[in-house]
């Protein structure tokens, strides 16, 4: 399967623990986003990345999230000390170059329910 | 002002109707922009791109483009079951992000 991967697809926490998030591009793309879909809302961008830079992360709350796409191995999403507001589904999306082309081509998600 | 708007429906078309899908953004030096068709509980999945002014047609699928109006459309023709979804708008604006519309929920009704 050459698509973007998620893993897990479902991730339950307890308020105050932490999450991880992973992503693994398609085969080629060398070029990460996440997103963040809240119920019956739309996707809200957090960051973009390349292997071992952060290009724009405008969309991030500025504490408790961070990104990473080290030079070998996925993507991570962690978030710390969750709330409850946090649960949501995060989508990972890869595209083969950072042009004004840009399609994005998105992962199946994971699910995150903070109790 | 959001960057991209869209009706967020429901829109219900008979099956073998034309659905048409609109999608205004504010942007004028957007130069790229999607059209993504997400079912309930799974990912988005890019359906069409389109660059310049006009249409693109795919399949059953055409994608319309107007920069001047900051306007952009789906047509989806003989729509069937199997197209209800919600559809999300998808616009590149400044350097590098990608701005969703909140999707417009497609029922076809057989």
């Known amino acids: 399967n050459a698509g973007v991967m998620q893993n897990p697809r479902h991730l339950v926490r307890r308020r105050g623990q932490e999450a991880r998030l992973r992503c693994s591009p398609m085969?080629?793309?060398?070029?990460v986003y996440w997103y963040r879909q809240l119920p019956e809302e739309g996707l809200k961008f957090m960051v973009y990345l390349q292997k071992e830079n952060i290009i724009d992360e405008s969309g991030m709350p500025k504490e408790r999230f961070s990104a990473e796409f080290p030079k070998e191995g996925p993507s991570i999403l962690r978030i710390q000390q969750v709330v409850r507001g946090d649960s949501a589904a995060y989508f990972c999306?890869?595209?083969?170059?950072?042009?004004?082309?840009?399609?994005?081509?998105f992962g199946p998600g994971t699910r995150l329910t903070v109790t | 002002q959001k960057e991209v708007e869209q009706n967020s429906g429901p829109l219900s078309v008979p099956e073998g109707a034309i659905a048409s899908l609109n999608c205004t953004y504010s942007?004028?030096?957007?130069?790229?922009f999607f059209w993504y068709r997400q079912y309930s509980g799974k990912s988005p999945e890019l359906i069409m791109s389109?660059?310049?002014?006009g249409d693109k047609e795919d399949g059953r699928f055409t994608a319309q483009l107007n920069k001047a109006s900051q306007y952009v459309s789906l047509l989806i023709r003989d729509s069937q079951p199997s197209d209800s979804a919600t559809y999300l708008c998808a616009v590149v604006a400044g350097a590098n992000n990608l701005f969703f519309g909140t999707g417009t929920r497609l029922t076809v009704i057989p």
């Open positions: 999306a890869s595209s083969l170059a950072g042009t004004l082309a840009r399609e994005q081509y």
């Open positions: 942007d004028r030096g957007s130069q790229s």
């Open positions: 389109i660059y310049s002014n």
């Open positions: 085969k080629g793309h060398s070029h």
